[in-house]
T-cell receptor, first 115, second 113 residues
Framework: SQQGEEDPQALSIQEGENATMNCSYK?????LQWYRQNSGRGLVHLILIRSNEREKHSGRLRVTLDTSKKSSSLLITASRAADTASYFC???????????????FGTGTLLAVQP | SAVISQKPSRDICQRGTSLTIQCQVD?????MFWYRQQPGQSLTLIATANQGSEATYESGFVIDKFPISRPNLTFSTLTVSNMSPEDSSIYLCRTREGFHPQHFGDGTRLSIL
């Protein structure tokens, strides 16, 4: 399976703490993206990091990418109860002719932020 | 940015029946994708649908079970055929418009009795 893996599977923290989620993947990628999903609803795109980038910030989000280790991490700082959701990484993996445009999703991390 | 309307938003169906899910985009897009999300699981890509050609299915998914239509650049349908309880999932369509961002429909929550 091409699916990436995320850890931890579940994470429970207190409001104000930082949350870190990790994603590992198997093939060469064009870019890696993080999504949030609230309770089985639609997906919200959070951030995209390209294969030639190592770190990216967006508000309280910080994403790192290590292509040599085929891994990425998502850090949410100063978490809020509203951040409670499932978080997925998704890789746009590179085919022989470049980006395949397929998004292959990781297994997901369920984050619970306690007020 | 593209807006995707997906319907129905949810349905409850009888075993052995079929359901067609529609995905309408408010602008022309080259590529559309269909995903399945089984309860408590991540998203799995079913197939890629390009206008003017047959859909390309991922391993484990076949056209007889999940026929897809793509009659134009703004519309696609996914049919879940001969449904069984194992087909109970959320089905989502996605478009790719340029490099970024990605757009997903809100999903169709399907339950099979």
């Amino acid at each position: 399976s091409q699916q990436g893996e995320e850890d931890p599977q579940a994470l429970s923290i207190q409001e104000g703490e930082n949350a870190t989620m990790n994603c590992s993947y198997k093939t060469s990628i064009n870019n890696l993206q993080w999504y949030r999903q609230n309770s089985g609803r639609g997906l919200v795109h959070l951030i995209l990091i390209r294969s030639n980038e190592r770190e990216k910030h967006s508000g309280r989000l910080r994403v790192t990418l290590d292509t040599s280790k085929k891994s990425s991490s998502l850090l949410i700082t100063a978490s809020r109860a509203a951040d409670t959701a499932s978080y997925f990484c998704a890789t746009d993996f590179a085919g022989g002719g470049g980006a395949t445009n397929k998004l292959i999703f990781g297994t997901g991390t369920l984050l619970a932020v306690q007020p | 940015s593209a807006v995707i309307s997906q319907k129905p938003s949810r349905d409850i169906c009888q075993r052995g029946t079929s359901l067609t899910i529609q995905c309408q985009v408010d602008s022309q897009v080259t590529m559309m994708f269909w995903y399945r999300q089984q309860p408590g699981q991540s998203l799995t890509l079913i197939a890629t649908a390009n206008q003017g050609s047959e859909a390309t299915y991922e391993s484990g998914f076949v056209i007889d079970k999940f026929p897809i239509s793509r009659p134009n650049l703004t519309f696609s349908t996914l049919t879940v055929s001969n449904m069984s309880p194992e087909d109970s999932s959320i089905y989502l369509c996605r478009t790719r418009e340029g490099f970024h961002p990605q757009h997903f429909g809100d999903g169709t929550r399907l339950s099979i009795l």
